[in-house]
């Protein structure tokens, strides 16, 4: 049995940070129901719990409960925001809705000596993010800290080992609050280090041997991290029993379909099935101007793809799995926010929808880890630099970067501006150093001249962002030399450009894509 912290999930947008924070301590964590019971816990190993945060409120009529033994077992709790809020409410203190919500930074003063605060400054930047608060604490509890809202932003008890924290710890803009979990962790709960990349893979090769028995997976490849960090996963978990396929969409980068089946060969003894679909996507696609609308007919078009070729490979192989490269953050993205479809930015294209109407189930190994630790799985299992640091690329290609309508030519025209630009990334030693750098196509025509010569044709837009997450984006800042030699050569060695210019906005209030 594993010592595990158990992060109880009441519903926060943060819980999978939570979690990801205690695997970069390098200890074993697993996310589970709010409600678990006490004994379920004992049961599992469990040497420390943390309540999440949550949307609901604890006084609301059906607010998300958890089993109130857990606080019998003897081991330490860590409220966060909710979770404070319920630890004090069920313990005897009081919460109530306060006048001042509190969202964003705030100060935190520290007053009083605490095994959760060691080691601190006694004034740290902080990030809130609640509408109700701790107003009378529980027997046993005391203040530690406050924030300019909260008399009880820190509180603890230190002999039953209950602390509750009002603010988010976990998220990147609260100052050390990788050292107070790092407290909790190591000087509270006295876990010991026993998680790492290593360890990480132990397990999911051992849990995608127990799901897939001897069946057979097919997993959908495009050549991008996620996809080939998955396939090498599920590769060393089951060998022979897994097919690739790669759709080429005709809306891949240039030479892409190529150089990934070269890659493969070299790389991988991975069984990989090529799909030629350029001409059933271009079809669908032909006349179509509307964002939204091409997403949908590409996630479509994708659906019938895999519909096509498994029937193939059914009735020969018996596919009975579908393997899929989501990643935590394809999860929450592609969520409507607070349910509301209308909330929803854009709709990202992922093979979702498939399983569903396929009836496959579903092996997504990576779906509880953020990119950068896709990428150390990655690099732990031998892929090489090209593969891991690859730059992300949407699974609708080239079709969300050539604005208006898309075809054939247009594609043409944006693969070998793309080309250059990627090749002067890799020269100049910045391709892997920025989140992503690549061409969009504008349908606005403008004069140029060329060899005295009237060129009226269409613009290039370089897009090139730095980011951690792709949630939040600037432009990156590269050398004017350098952009100068970019826009030089793609208005000279492409025809159907007159001119190149850069785009400078961020994300918010841009997205990364133009569409
Ligand atoms: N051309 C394609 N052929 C087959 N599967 C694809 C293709 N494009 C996307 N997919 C599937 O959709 C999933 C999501 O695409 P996404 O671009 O987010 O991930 P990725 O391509 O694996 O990695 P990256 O984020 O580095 O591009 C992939 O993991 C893969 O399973
Ligand atoms: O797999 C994907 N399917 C999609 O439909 C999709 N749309 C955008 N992206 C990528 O997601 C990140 C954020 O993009 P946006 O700021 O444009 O929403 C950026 O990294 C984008 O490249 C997608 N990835
Ligand atoms: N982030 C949270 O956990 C918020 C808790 C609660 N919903 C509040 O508004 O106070
Ligand atoms: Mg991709």
């Not at 250059?420 to 100049?428: H, S, T």
């Amino acid at each position: 049995m594993i010592q595990t912290i158990a992060v109880l999930d009441f519903g926060s947008q943060y819980t999978q940070v939570i979690a990801r924070r205690i695997r970069e301590c390098q200890v074993y964590s697993k996310i589970y129901h709010f409600a678990t019971p006490a004994e379920t816990l004992r049961a599992d190993g469990v040497t420390g719990i943390i309540l999440s945060g949550g949307p609901g409120s604890v006084f609301a009529p059906n607010a998300p409960m958890p089993d109130k033994a857990i606080f019998e077992l003897g081991v330490p709790v860590l409220g966060i925001c909710y979770g404070v809020q319920l630890m004090g409410r069920i313990l005897g203190g009081k919460v109530a809705r306060s006048k001042h919500r509190e969202y964003g930074l705030g100060t935190l003063a520290i007053r009083k000596k605490s095994p959760l605060l060691a080691g601190l400054p006694r004034k740290l930047r902080v990030w809130n993010s609640h509408g109700d608060r701790l107003i009378a604490l529980p027997p046993g509890f005391a203040a530690v800290a406050r924030t300019e809202n909260s008399e009880f932003a820190v509180v603890q008890d230190t002999k039953r080992n209950f602390y509750g924290i009002q603010f988010h710890p976990e998220v990147s803009h609260s100052e050390h609050g990788m050292d107070i979990i790092r407290n909790y962790l190591f000087g509270i709960c006295n876990t010991p280090k026993n998680w790492t990349t290593a360890d990480f893979i132990k397990q999911t090769v051992a849990e995608i041997r127990a799901q897939v028995g001897k069946g057979r997976v097919l997993l959908a490849l495009s050549g991008g991290v996620d996809s080939s960090v998955c396939a090498a996963l599920l590769h060393k978990a089951i060998g022979k029993q897994l097919t690739c396929v790669y759709v080429d969409t005709g809306l891949m980068r240039k030479n892409e379909t190529q150089n990934i089946e070269k890659l493969y060969a070299k790389h991988f003894k991975i069984d990989l099935r090529v799909v030629d679909a350029a001409q059933l996507f271009l079809k669908r696609l032909k006349g179509v101007n509307d964002p939204e609308r091409k997403r949908k007919i590409i996630g479509g078009a994708f659906i019938e793809v895999f519909e096509k070729k498994v029937r193939e490979l059914k009735t020969r192989e018996g596919i009975e799995y579908l393997g899929q490269g989501t990643i935590y953050p394809d999860v929450i993205e592609s969520m409507a926010i607070g349910g509301n479809p209308a909330a929803m930015i854009k709709s990202h294209h992922n093979v979702g929808g498939l399983p569903e109407r396929m009836k496959f189930k579903l092996v997504e190994p990576l779906r509880q880890l953020f990119k950068d630790e896709v990428r150390q799985v990655g690099t732990k299992l031998g892929l090489p630099k090209e593969v891991v640091w690859r730059q992300p690329f949407p699974g609708p290609g080239l079709g969300v970067r050539v604005v208006g309508d898309i075809t054939k030519e247009r594609l043409d025209v944006l693969r070998e501006a793309d080309a250059i630009l990627q090749d002067e990334m890799m020269d100049a030693g910045l391709y892997y150093k920025i989140w992503q750098t690549f061409c969009v196509y504008l349908p606005v025509k403008s004069v140029g001249v060329i060899g005295d010569e009237r060129n009226y044709a269409d613009v290039i837009a370089l897009r090139l962002v730095d980011s951690i997450d792709a949630m939040t984006a600037d432009w990156a800042k590269i050398p004017n030399e350098l952009l100068q030699k970019i826009s030089n050569r793609i208005t000279n060695e492409v025809r159907g450009v007159s001119r190149v210019v850069l785009d400078i906005s961020s994300k918010p209030p841009a997205t990364i894509e133009w569409e």
